[in-house]
C-alpha cells in the first residue's frame, strides 16, 4: 500500500498537480531506509503539499546519487570517504553532513545458537576466514555460515574499518542486498552469522560483544549505544548539497526534534542526545 501511494504521488507530480518544488527525494542507506519511509509518512501527514520519496540501494549508491544531483537528501551509514570528498569538490557539490540518529550494529545468530558472547577479535577472525568452526568459539562442531552485506553498504564498509581492521572480508562470506536479508537468512539458518542495524533484529537474537578479552561483554541498547560502551557504534547521517534551506531545512530540523527523536526509537533506533540533537539544529 504504502509504493501505490508513493507511485500516485509520483504520477500526480508527474502531471503537474503537485506544484514544482515540494518534491524532496531521500535515497541511500538500506540500515536507515524505514525510518527515513517513517519519518516522511509523518511530515507529509502535517504538509499535505509536500511530497517525499524515498529509496534505499545503500550508502554508497546515496552519495553517488548526491554527487550526480539526482537526489536531495543522501542517508548513510557511514562518512564520506576521502575520495568521495574530492570527486564532490570537483563537481561543484558541497556536502554538508547532519547526524540524525545512532546505531549499534548488532551481530545476529539464529535463536537455536548457543553462543552469547564474542569479542571483537573473534568477530575479525569469523570473517576473515580465520576462524571457521562453532566449536573454535564455544559452539557447535559445524562449519560458520557468514552473511554479510554488499560492498556498496555503509555498514559493510564501517564492519570492514572497525572490526576487520581494513582485512578483507572472507570469500566464503556471502554479500546479500540489505539487512532485511541477512536477518531472514540467518533465521533460517541454525549456524549462520549475520551484522546489521539493531532495529533491523527480529526473529533472531544478537550476541554480547567485548571490545577484548579484559573487557565486559556488552549488548547493544539505548543506554549502550548512547553512552559509546557497545563497541561496534556509530552515527547515521543525512547528507546535503549545501546547507539545507526552505522544505529541506524544515523536515531535518523536525526529524532533529523531540518528536522526530522519538519515532526514531519507536522504530527501533536509537535518538541523538538531545544536546547533539539540538547542536545539530540548522538555524
Known sequence: MKNVIITMMVLLFAVGLIA?????????????????????????????????????????TGIAALLNGTTDICQASRNMKKKEYKLAEEKGIKPYRVSVALDGIAIYLNKENPITTLSLAKLKGIYTGAITNWKEVGGPDHRIILYGRENNSGTYVFFKKHVLDKED????????????????????????????????????????????????????????????????????????????????????????????????EEMGYIPLPKELAEANIIE
Open 20 to 60: 514544482a518544488g515540494s518534491n524532496i527525494t531521500i535515497k541511500g542507506s538500506d540500515t536507515l531506509v524505514r525510518l527515513g519511509q517513517r519519518w516522511a509518512e509523518e511530515y507529509m501527514k502535517k504538509h499535505k503539499d509536500i511530497v517525499i520519496q524515498v529509496s534505499g540501494g545503500g550508502s554508497g
Open 169 to 264: 572480508y572472507a570469500d566464503a562470506a556471502q554479500a546479500l542486498p540489505g539487512t532485511a536479508a541477512v536477518v531472514h537468512a540467518v533465521s533460517k539458518d541454525k549456524y549462520g552469522i549475520g551484522y546489521g542495524g539493531i532495529a533491523w533484529a527480529k526473529g533472531v537474537k544478537y550476541t554480547a560483544v567485548k571490545k577484548d578479552n579484559k573487557s565486559t561483554a556488552v549488548i547493544p541498547d539505548v543506554q549502550t549505544v548512547s553512552n559509546g560502551t557497545y563497541p561496534i557504534s556509530r552515527e547515521l547521517y543525512w547528507f546535503f548539497n549545501g546547507v539545507p534551506k526552505g522544505e529541506m531545512k524544515a523536515l531535518v530540523n523536525w526529524a532533529l526534534s523531540a518528536e522526530g527523536q522519538k519515532l526514531a
